[in-house]
């Protein structure tokens, strides 16, 4: 009995705090490669400014995929300020444990969170781009890319 109710309690805690996914916008590559000089842009807007958010990219891609990573530009853009950009390696697999996404017979889908910690964005339109930049251009293998905000909830 002592132990249904540790279940009871961890299960309450783990439910006290989820995610709504507020934004998710994705490109496709119908050539099933990803070229450099493609780079998706994506815009939207925050009116919650108390909440915390998540932000995360996107890829899929199929088994073929060459690489255990992906290495991106982005560039933010926040409200009333400047453009800010950042190289970001996106982990994609493990030696051991093979591919970190969801998969399905030979598609791949990767969702890597960009902030460590949420965060508090400011009233207005953010827009975040894309540029992979790898040494292999056009990137194989790819077929989209994009971003999801989450929104945490209490």
């Not at 697999?93 to 965060?119: E, S």
Request: charged share 20%.
């Amino acid at each position: 009995m002592k132990k249904l109710g540790v279940l009871f309690i961890c299960c309450a805690f783990l439910q006290s705090c989820d995610t709504i996914g507020i934004y998710e916008k994705i490109t496709f590559f119908p050539t099933h490669s990803w070229s450099s000089k493609v780079q998706p842009s994506y815009t939207f807007t925050i009116t919650d400014t108390v909440s915390l958010y998540n932000i995360y990219a996107i890829i899929r891609h199929e088994d073929a995929y060459r690489y255990n990573n992906c290495w991106l530009n982005i560039t933010t853009i926040a409200p009333n300020d400047t453009a800010k950009s950042q190289q970001v390696n996106l982990l994609l697999a493990d030696n051991k444990k093979g591919w970190l996404g969801t998969g399905m017979d030979d598609i791949f889908d990767h969702r890597v969170r960009l902030t460590r910690t949420p965060q508090k964005l400011k009233l207005g339109n953010y827009t975040f781009s894309l540029q992979q930049v790898m040494r292999e251009d056009p990137l194989p293998f790819v077929l989209n890319t994009g971003i999801r905000i989450e929104k945490i909830t209490q």
